[in-house]
């Protein structure tokens, strides 16, 4: 990849996190119709997207598969880690930004919506980087 193609690719990751950021925050504070299912499930695969797109910024050469399968890994683990409630994390929890990032209640219903969120995050880094260049 060369240092245009580097760029491009950064700027397309920096403007695709600039939409999945603030839609992410979003979910938090819905309280519309199945605010439950935006606020834990589509807030999840959205949590899965923004961490795809961000290891991708940090390793523009890495490939989305091994990006993908890393990120569903980590969430999966961060999963299991809610099942543990040692005093540091349960002061990191008390943020809404460390509740956000750790979670706080251990739910298998979350694991679907990882692996789909890792599937749409790998689906995204493909067609950022396949994109055709634009031309005058």
Known sequence: MDDADLRRLRWR??????????????T??????????VKGSLGGALYEVFWCLGFQFLF???RAT?????VLAGT??????QLWHPPFLE?????????TILGD????SDFPYYFAGSAL????LRKLATRPTLSN
């Open 28 to 37: 938090k504070f819905h309280h519309g119709p199945g605010a439950d299912w």
């Open 121 to 124: 995050g790998w689906w995204w």
């Open 105 to 108: 209640t251990f739910a298998w």
């Open 91 to 99: 002061t990191l929890r008390a943020s809404f930004i460390g509740r």
């Open 66 to 70: 091994v990006i993908a399968l890393a």
């Open 76 to 81: 999966c683990a961060l999963e299991f880690l």
């Open 60 to 62: 523009p050469c890495a």
């Open 13 to 26: 990751l920096v403007i695709s996190m600039a939409v999945v950021v603030p839609l992410g925050f979003a």
